[in-house]
């Protein structure tokens, strides 16, 4: 599904010049696996994600998302994968501020040109299957830092789509609401065969993966065993 | 320092009506403290800390803070307070995006009445104690998640304030991160006095405290031991 070969990403530094954070990332990844992505502060997971979820280019290197090099794609298809076939769950949520939380999450059948109806029956369904569906009309303001993540989540969820890229999901939510989270992950993964890859700091979180991917300087040091 | 008796929060909810927030919560904590609070997602912490840091008011009952009872105090008076006397770490960093991170760190100092080559030297050593010192002149946006937060730690520690409040401080971090940023806490709540609250969901983190609170529901059901 996923084939990265000699990827980089460099961003333009303040004084001038580049700074590297991403460095001849090789890494292929099949359909239906459950990879955890590990690595210190500053190691180059979230802009790994933002270009695995075509957000962003690569400086040098392919990517090749179910066969297609997304280099070669134009606007329109990119946005097609981004909104339809790709679930993101952002390390900063993401949520559009002015919207209620069940719109929120419908925003990607919306992409998908369900009626609107239909998506406010799948958005109100996903907010259930977070714990939020009592709070439907709210606005994410008006949410705690461990709900809003929620949302986050449950519109990643939204067209059920077949890769999950889920930076961080976790971070803001207590045991028992991260427990709930990642077996709900976890029977996606196993039932429906999502590819879901998961940005973790949290070694209980990447136990639920089958293969761990650790980043150190923008280099990727560990992939195999998730042996924590 | 802290005396709360009796505080109740509400929100008005959408449909109309009040929903309670927080209930009935007794609490004393006395200077040179170091208190973990935790609880599940909507609990009602963030709320809790809010109010803590004088940028919200109960709805009921009463808030002391070194003797003084802050719903008598006039905004010049709370503005003081906030600015120099406690140091904030919010759980959504809440940083100046089109200020570069030294000049983010420096604000506190601003409000202080510091000079301007002062500042500048207090906030880059501040950036230094959080390993970020050589990218003084970023934008927030040019950091990543666990970068972020580590500007807004840096930030709550200008001023040296006596209280610090920190709402889920090592949630973007890494394991190794996380302990540099607790070893720097419990630093300067032993050899400076720095009373301490600290809002996480990590038990690994809860550990460096010495108190533990827990919410449930709006209200605190345990109060005492971090026997985790
Ligand atoms: N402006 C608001 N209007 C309505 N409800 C609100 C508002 N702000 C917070 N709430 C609600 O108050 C409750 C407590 O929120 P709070 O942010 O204090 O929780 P928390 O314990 O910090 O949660 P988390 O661990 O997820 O950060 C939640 O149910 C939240 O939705
Ligand atoms: N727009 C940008 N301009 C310059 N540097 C950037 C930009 N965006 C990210 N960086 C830098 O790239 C590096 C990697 O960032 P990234 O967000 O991928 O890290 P991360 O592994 O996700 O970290 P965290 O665990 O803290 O979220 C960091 O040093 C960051 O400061
Ligand atoms: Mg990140
Ligand atoms: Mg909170």
Chains 1, 2 share one sequence.
Do not use: W
């Not at 714990?131 to 986050?152: E, W």
Request: with cysteine; proline share 5%; aromatic share 4%.
């Amino acid at each position: 599904l996923i084939q990265v070969a000699r990827l980089g990403k460099d961003y333009p530094l303040v004084g001038g010049g580049v700074t590297p954070v991403l460095r001849d990332i090789d890494l292929s990844i099949a359909p239906g696996e459950f990879v955890a992505i590990m690595g210190p502060s500053g190691s180059g997971k979230s802009t790994f994600m933002n270009i695995l979820g075509c957000l962003d280019t690569p400086s040098v290197g392919v990517y090749h998302l179910a066969g297609q090099s997304v280099a070669t794609l134009d606007s329109d298809r990119l946005a097609e994968l981004r909104n339809r076939h790709i679930g993101f769950v952002f390390q900063g949520f993401n949520l559009l501020q002015r919207s209620s939380i069940v719109d929120n999450v419908g925003l990607p059948l919306l992409y998908a040109g369900v009626g609107k109806a239909e998506r406010r029956r799948q958005a109100q369904s996903l907010l259930e299957q977070v714990g939020l569906g009592h709070r439907a009309d709210a606005r994410p303001n008006q949410l705690s830092g461990g709900q809003q993540q929620r949302v986050a989540i449950a519109r990643a969820l939204a067209n059920q789509p077949p890769l999950i890229l889920a930076d961080e999901p976790t971070g803001n939510l207590d045991t028992q609401t991260s427990t709930e989270i990642m077996t709900l992950f976890r029977r996606l993964n196993a039932e429906q065969g999502i590819t879901l890859i998961l940005v973790t700091h949290e070694p209980d979180i990447a136990r639920y993966a089958r293969r761990l991917v650790r980043f150190k300087d923008g280099h990727i040091v560990h992939d195999g065993e998730v042996r924590l």
